[in-house]
């Protein structure tokens, strides 16, 4: 065996010499088929080196370990296709039970590194833009996302040196009327995503999807700052949310789009007494998303202002998103959040009520809060009277000042 296939390698060796020399011969007697004779060579050698090309090609392939990428790129695919099929139910108009994500499907979606990719974010909102650029980067933004500058309260884009400026920009005054015959109104721009009673500790942030009212506000030890002496019975955690016999508890989800005015206020008059931050995950709290994910805003960051107002307890939740790990209370300086020192799973307290100030901080209705860095979500949890209405639609648009409801 081993001789015959040294044979046919001196075989193919000959032929291939004698063809050669073939070429040598025909160039000197017969230039046209000389001719022939190279550009076949040519073509053969031009289809060998391909060969070559395509199969280091292939050594390239073989050797690639796709692991990292899959994992990277597979939970925002996978988040993308839910919300391209939620999206088209919603532009149909069907109503129809949620389909949540299986457990992978959110550990895959949250292995993402949607916490660095949102510092990356802010660091680019920070860089100063060039004056002849910025009007050709903001007209961008407000023709893809509809923004009305006929509201601000500067309207020349050359103003904003960066991103940041042009998102946290300030309204005109006149431009967002204060409602005085409701005692809630809506504390910022927005969608309304549900709204209603709590019930069984369950919160719903779209129909049909819930997240634990505990695992949201965490455990209530700030009350005990604010009130030593309470102590009340209760059988749940929603009870000892409610103070004062009769009340219900009741909340509001809206979600403020990339477009929305950024910056919230006060949604009445109230004290502020503790602040908890959650160092958590970046996900993406677009309505999709949320139908897709549940326990959503438990997963996210996002900071919780807890006190009271004339009704009992009262309290507001900035929501983090992608791309919206920056929250900023206005009051608070020592806030940092989407900060590498904070794990994710913990939270940080800060109380307002001290020797200096025993009422903690005091808001007014419509007076400024804080902002977002980019569109992401507000939560009310509040208790109130059992006459207590809301005047609102579930998925209606709303603007700061209008009213939430009254009793």
Partial sequence: MATFWLNACRALARQEFLQKKS??????????????????????????????????????????RPLYLLVATGGGYAGYWEYRK??????????????????????????????????????????????????????????????????????????????SEFFSRKLKPQARPVCDNHCVIS????????????????????????????????????????????????TSFQDQ????????????????????YHCFHSPTDWKVYHRRHFP????????GI??????????????????????????????GATNVGSIRIYFDRDLHTNSPRYSKGSYNDFSYVTSFRNEG?????GEHLGEFNLGSTIVLIFEAPKDFAFSLKSGQKIRFGEALGSM
């Fill in 187 to 234: 504390p910022a721009d927005g969608k309304i995503l549900h709204f209603g009673h709590v019930k069984n500790c369950e919160v719903e942030q779209v129909k049909g999807v819930t997240y634990s009212l505990e695992s949201f506000l965490g455990p209530l030890s700030w009350k005990d700052d604010s009130h030593p002496s309470q102590n009340i019975p209760c």
């Fill in 290 to 319: 949320a139908r897709w994910i549940k326990e959503l805003f438990c997963y996210n960051e996002r900071v919780v202002l807890s006190g009271e107002w004339k009704h009992g307890f009262f309290s507001l939740t900035a929501v």
């Fill in 361 to 365: 901080i005091v808001m007014r209705k």
């Fill in 86 to 163: 939620f999206r088209q139910k919603d532009q149909d108009g069907i109503e129809s039970t949620p389909l949540t994500a299986d457990e992978w499907e959110v550990t895959l979606y949250k292995s993402i590194p949607t916490r660095l990719l949102s510092r990356a974010w802010g660091r680019i909102n920070q860089v100063e833009l060039p004056t002849w650029l910025r009007k050709p980067v903001y007209s961008l933004y407000i023709w893809t996302f509809g923004v009305n500058m006929k509201e601000a309260a500067v309207e020349d884009l050359h103003h904003y040196r960066n991103l």
């Fill in 23 to 64: 070429v040598l011969w025909y160039t000197r007697w017969d230039p046209h088929r000389a001719a022939y004779c190279g550009k076949k060579l040519w073509f053969r050698k031009y289809f060998t080196e391909r060969r070559r090309i395509h199969s280091t090609s292939a050594r390239v392939v073989h050797h690639f």
């Fill in 280 to 287: 958590g995950s970046l996900l993406s709290v677009n309505p």
């Fill in 241 to 260: 949310l409610v103070t004062k016999e009769g009340n219900d508890l009741y909340h509001c989800v809206i979600y403020l789009a990339p477009g929305d």
